[in-house]
């Protein structure tokens, strides 16, 4: 399959070509897929508060304790049957490992995004260039606005919740998106935020179709309630737990979530809800204002039929 479409005005892919096997149509169907990228060069850059107050704390990378956790997360998902396509890095790509936000696999295949920080907007390139040697080629690519993938949620089937800061994801980004999914009749919520939480996935994170773990003390009241009236419930997490990534999850099926070592409470929480949880130490990485749902960009989920 080729590149169909580039997008200019929020054109349409082409239905009769998108026939890739990388799909996702919920957050949480069964993993079995995902895309990493390779953290040799990861920096502290200081473009996001958290990153800001670990530098202020005196923070300096590990890289060589990155790889290492890097290798850990890739193995646990390997022994869970998950396939890694791993994006090798690039010299002066320090945010690279956080694969999530360059693209998002939709129902109709992989969408190119258009991060808004010059450093990251260059990993687009990178990562289409690698996908493209394993033959795996994007739907679409967004350039209208901005948009990153820790900004995009796939709920469930027919429902789609983009998260705008206005900074990372700007409104044209988020309609751009949103665009592609309500022409299919989805239902796409755009969720304003402050740009001090850089992406909804670290204040917001589905674990199956009908409950998320969320940052209950900083979502807004109008949020909390569009998502209860869509039935889900919202396992809350505090505002400095979500600061330490820790409601960056991973669902592998619905079932079972990889999740930041160093959060005994919300694990406590996972387990009496029924989840099956497996930690990892991601420090490195959350020191650099990412965490596991920033790790992974999932390629394909098998849908529930
Ligand atoms: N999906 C996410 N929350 N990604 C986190 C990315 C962190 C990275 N340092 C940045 O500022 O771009």
Redesign the pocket.
Known sequence: MKLIFEEGAGGLIDDRVATAPWRVECESDRLTDVVLGAPTFLEA?P??SV?RETLREGFATDCAAAVRQHAALVDLLERHGVACHVIPAAEGLA?LC?A??VAVTTPWGVVALNPA?AH?SVEVDHLVATLAAQDIRPVMRIREGTI???DVCIVRPGLVVIGCSGE?TDRAGSEALARLFRRRGWEAIIHPFDPHF??L??IFCMLDRQTALACTDVLSDGFIAEMEGRGITLLPVSYKEGRKLGC?ILSLDGRTILAAAGHPRVEQQLVRAGFAVEVVDISQFAA????I??LTMPLARAARR
């Open positions: 850059v473009c996001c990153t945010d956080f999530r936000d920080l990251r990153e993938g820790g990372r850089l992406h996935d670290t960056n650099c204002g990412g965490g749902h920033c």
